[in-house]
Structures are given as C-alpha cells and as structure tokens.
C-alpha cells in the first residue's frame, strides 16, 4: 500500500487497517524472534544497539493510567524514539498486546512496551511494517506524534 492509498481511506477504515497491520507484524516478528518485550527490557536494548530497533508500541491500560513511574519511563521511551527515528505507537488494550507476543505458556505481566528489532542478518521483513511507518509518518504531519491504534479483537 502506497502511502497515497493510506491517505485516500476513511479514518476507520484506516485505524482498521493499521490495527490489522500492528498484529500481522507482531505475529511475524514473533516468529523471527524480532521482539523485545518489557520497558526495562526495552530500555536495555535502546541504550545498547538502538540501531537495531524498528518499531516500538507502548500499552496502556486505565488501570496503569495513574501509574507515574510507568507514565515516566513512557516519556524518556518516546523522547528516544522520536531522537532516534523509530516510529512509535500507543494501544489500548494491554491484554490483547500480551495475547498477541505472547503465547499460552505465558502471559507478559509487562507488555507496556513492546519493540520489533531488527534481526543482524536483516533477513526479515514485512511489507505491514512499512504500511505501520507510513502511518506515523502521516499522523506526524498531523502533528500526532505518537498515534493510538486499536488492535482488532478476536
């Protein structure tokens, strides 16, 4: 999808279309073992090969909404992102993030922050994640700096 098709589309057929986009990806960087899960764990792999991140999502749930820590530590994530170029996003739904990285041996208590890295043989890759950064790029030029998306339910 070229970035004028994703301009041409409703605003629901294009959060439809960016929810289906994030899970494609997420599952296919699963399968690649592409995926770094956790803000600590996140934050490690930023301060050590940033290079190698491509896209970072951040959860939030309303019960984590008052959290201060969690709201700081998203803050300095997107502060890197945008200093780093890594196009990032926000949903909604923690549980289904989990239910997507994860599998049914284990469920990540902290899939607030979720990147998909590049693997070093640059192997991998999925044509969803170019749809994924053609859509920041667009909601940057709206002035959306970080924009939510909504992952489709099951």
């Not at 057929?13 to 956790?38: H, P």
């Not at 998909?116 to 667009?138: M, V």
């Amino acid at each position: 999808m070229t970035l004028e098709e994703v301009l041409v589309q409703k605003p629901s057929e294009r959060a439809q279309c960016t929810g289906k986009a994030l899970e494609e990806v997420l599952v296919s960087a699963k399968a690649n073992d592409c995926l770094t899960i956790g803000v600590y764990e996140s934050a490690k792999v930023m301060n050590v090969d940033p290079d190698s991140v491509s896209f970072c999502v951040l959860a939030m749930d309303e019960e984590f909404e008052c959290d201060i820590a969690l709201q700081i530590h998203f803050t300095l994530i997107q502060a890197f992102c945008f200093d780093n170029d890594i196009s990032i996003v926000r949903v909604n739904d923690m549980q289904r993030l989990s239910e997507i990285v994860g599998d049914k041996a284990e469920e990540f208590e902290d899939a607030h922050c979720v990147l998909i890295t590049n693997p070093a043989e640059d192997s991998w890759e999925d044509p969803a994640l170019e749809k994924l950064h053609l859509f920041c790029e667009e909601s940057r030029s709206y002035n959306e700096w970080v924009p939510e998306i909504t992952l489709p339910e099951r």
